[in-house]
């Protein structure tokens, strides 16, 4: 009789084990293309990634960089001191768009330019996104307002 409830136990502790590693699977195979990564235009030229990579794309608009195309494609430089990535734009841009200002962008790297299916910029004058400040920082070029 002892040892039927300990392997009735052994089995449950299994089949919770089991269910476990499941779940950790499927949550991990559903969020698989949610999963964004963040990188500076200087880590795109050290190692350029994967044309079919989603991923997002932060720092400074360069200044006279930003060119209106045919209807409503814009194509502009992003800078974070230590290199420049070429974007380009489909769609109507943030109202607070503009040259020398914090965006971050997402999309894929495609031929030497990324291309950008959604274009986030800085919301009032101190903002800028943590990951285009942290990057600008380990550049030197970032200085923050005081």
Excluded: C, W
């Excluded at 194509?75 to 971050?104: C, H, K, R, W, Y």
């Excluded at 330019?113 to 990057?135: G, N, Q, R, S």
Aim: proline letters at 4%.
């Amino acid at each position: 009789m002892k040892t039927l409830k300990k392997q009735r136990r052994i089995q449950v502790l299994a089949l919770t084990a089991v269910a476990l590693v499941t779940a950790t699977v499927l949550i991990g195979y559903a969020m698989r293309d949610g999963i964004n990564f963040f990188r500076s235009p200087s880590q795109v030229m050290e190692e350029a990634p994967q044309p079919n990579e989603v991923f997002r794309l932060g720092g400074l608009v360069e200044e006279g960089s930003i060119i209106r195309g045919q209807g409503e494609t814009v194509s502009f430089s992003v800078t974070d001191g230590g290199a420049t990535v070429a974007v380009t734009f489909t769609g109507v841009l943030p109202d607070l768009f503009a040259e020398n200002q914090g965006m971050i962008g997402t999309g894929r790297y495609v031929n030497g330019v990324f291309e950008a299916t959604e274009i986030l910029a800085k919301h009032d004058e101190t903002y800028m996104p943590k990951e285009v400040a942290d990057a600008l920082k380990e550049q030197g070029v970032f200085k923050p307002d005081s």
